[in-house]
């Protein structure tokens, strides 16, 4: 089995670098009948949304098995486990709250605590209950504070217990992928509606931020972005213009707002009819200081002119994952290096997420990812080159610990560093599991050999 080498005297091997696997709540979790219905479960109901005609009220079973899956955590010697919490699975329709599924995460959080396993928690990703979709969702202002009173009932219950609490995972999916692309739940195709759900996302961050403090005044608060290096498809200059068009709307249109309390100025490429509606201090609130920052990488993405906008050139040359996605890890060193430079010293960093589907098959109970090792390998090193360009990385998280429903793409995409089987829910761990395994295994006995 090939092993992951990283650099002598790595900072990432330091006893102050956290390691981590990663889910989220819809993805793995099931037990559809013991929480509200999301807009992911009418999403997947609506015929031609998913790819493969699946849904995720079983997914991984995870809500029966969890205890399971963390023995299976613990094994791989991780200092941190991220997880989502499903807000349904929290607050009632009526706005009581499910005991019985706010009990769970109290339990998980205790149980991995036992364990030496730090928990780090995301209010949201992107499972957003249906009954406040039938209110307008994230086009609702009201949402907004509706996450800020959810987030306070959370903080109540886990509390200190928690290392960090994100309160959004990629808000860019969230409006862009669901209200302004129509690629995901709830499949709205608006970019007035994309603009206006990614306002009321970040003030929902903002709103939460307070109660998140107050009761657990002692984890780390922050948000969890996805990035990608934006690349002109040639040298042209109308090319070059729409890739900065593009960092500027993907990229600096939500860290910008938090960090500098302003959306980046499109000029005249945007119609002001598109432009969100805020009201007075609603950038205050967003822009509040925030203890870190998640970091979700996969890929760079490459742009060309279009109508005066930017369209995305599909990559075509080998490495690919299945997902059609180009391998570039260099990409993740030079959006970190990139964002370092623009806002000046960011707060602590994560990579919250980052990972690769390829075709994984079981043979004699394993499971032989040799591109998913060499995928770690080298986007591990990709983000010691970061640290060693002065941006505060403090961890990494891979994506993910389970193969999963993956969204769009139902269950035809596998990320995890664990096979699961969907019809019998056998878990095997995958050589890339395996590899990391054994490197996390191998830096705790160098820590420990430190202390002694």
Same mark, same amino acid.
């Given at each position: 089995m090939k092993k992951i080498k990283l650099p002598l005297h790595s900072e990432l091997l330091s006893r102050d670098f956290i390691f981590g696997v990663a889910t989220s709540s819809f993805q793995i979790e099931g037990a559809a009948d013991r929480r509200e219905p999301c807009i992911w /479960?009418?999403? $997947?109901?609506?015929? #031609?949304?998913?790819?493969?005609? +699946?849904?995720g009220l079983n997914a991984c079973e995870h809500i029966d098995r969890w205890q399971d899956d963390v023995a299976l955590i613990a094994s791989l010697g991780v200092d941190a486990y991220r997880f989502s919490i499903a807000w349904g699975r929290v607050i009632r329709a009526d706005g009581t709250v499910n005991q019985e599924g706010l009990g769970f995460y109290v339990n998980?959080?205790?149980?991995?605590?036992?364990?030496?396993?730090?928990? !780090?928690?995301?209010?949201? !990703?992107? /499972?957003l209950p249906q009954y406040l979709e039938d209110r307008g969702g994230w086009l609702n202002r009201e949402t907004a504070y509706r996450f800020a009173e959810y987030a306070e009932v959370v903080a109540?219950?886990? #509390?200190? !217990?928690?290392?960090?609490?994100?309160?959004?995972?990629e808000p860019f999916c969230s409006a862009y992928l669901s209200y302004e692309a129509g690629i995901h739940a709830p499949g709205y195709k608006n970019r007035k509606y994309g603009r206006q759900a990614a306002? @009321?996302?970040?003030?929902?961050?903002?709103?939460?931020?307070?109660?998140?403090?107050?009761?657990?005044?002692?984890?780390?608060?922050?948000?969890?972005?996805?990035?990608?290096? $934006? @690349?002109?498809?040639? $040298? /042209?200059?109308?090319?070059?213009?729409a890739a900065q068009l593009a960092h500027a709307y993907h990229n600096l249109w939500y860290l910008q707002a938090i960090l500098k309390?302003?959306?980046?100025?499109?000029g005249d490429k945007i119609s002001p009819s598109d432009l969100p509606d805020l009201e007075p201090g609603d950038l205050t609130t967003i822009s509040q200081p925030i203890d870190f920052l998640g970091v979700n990488y996969y890929t760079r993405t490459v742009f060309r002119e279009k109508n005066g906008w930017f369209s995305d050139v599909p990559p075509t040359t080998p490495p690919l994952t299945t997902m059609g996605w180009e391998i570039y890890a260099e990409g993740l060193t030079e959006i970190l290096v990139d964002l370092q430079n623009t806002f000046g010293k960011l707060p602590t960093v994560y990579i919250?997420?980052?990972g690769a589907a390829f075709p994984d098959k079981v043979e004699n109970n394993q499971v032989h990812d040799t591109a998913?090792?060499?995928?770690?390998?080298? !986007?591990?090193?990709?983000?010691?080159?970061?640290?060693?360009?002065?941006?505060?990385?403090?961890?990494?998280?891979?994506? +993910?610990?389970?193969?999963?429903?993956?969204?769009?793409? #139902?269950?035809?995409?596998?990320?995890?560093?664990?096979?699961? /089987?969907?019809?019998?829910?056998?878990?095997?761990?995958k050589d890339s599991g395996r590899a990391l395994q054994q490197l996390w295994h191998e830096r705790k006995k160098q820590v420990e050999a430190q202390q002694a």
């Open positions: /479960d009418t999403f $997947c109901a609506e015929q #031609g949304r998913i790819k493969d005609g +699946s849904h998980l959080v205790e149980r991995l605590a036992a364990l030496g396993i730090a928990s !780090h928690v995301t209010l949201y !990703h992107w /499972d109540k219950a886990l #509390g200190n !217990h928690v290392a960090s609490y994100a309160t959004l995972n306002h @009321h996302l970040l003030l929902a961050h903002g709103l939460a931020l307070t109660p998140l403090r107050k009761y657990a005044p002692n984890a780390e608060h922050g948000i969890v972005l996805n990035f990608s290096p $934006c @690349h002109p498809a040639s $040298c /042209d200059p109308a090319d070059r213009q309390g302003q959306y980046p100025d499109l919250t997420e980052n998913r090792v060499d995928y770690y390998h080298q !986007h591990l090193n990709a983000v010691h080159a970061a640290i060693e360009q002065g941006v505060p990385v403090k961890g990494y998280f891979a994506w +993910s610990l389970l193969d999963n429903f993956e969204w769009a793409e #139902g269950y035809t995409q596998r990320f995890g560093i664990v096979y699961v /089987d969907f019809d019998t829910q056998q878990r095997t761990i």
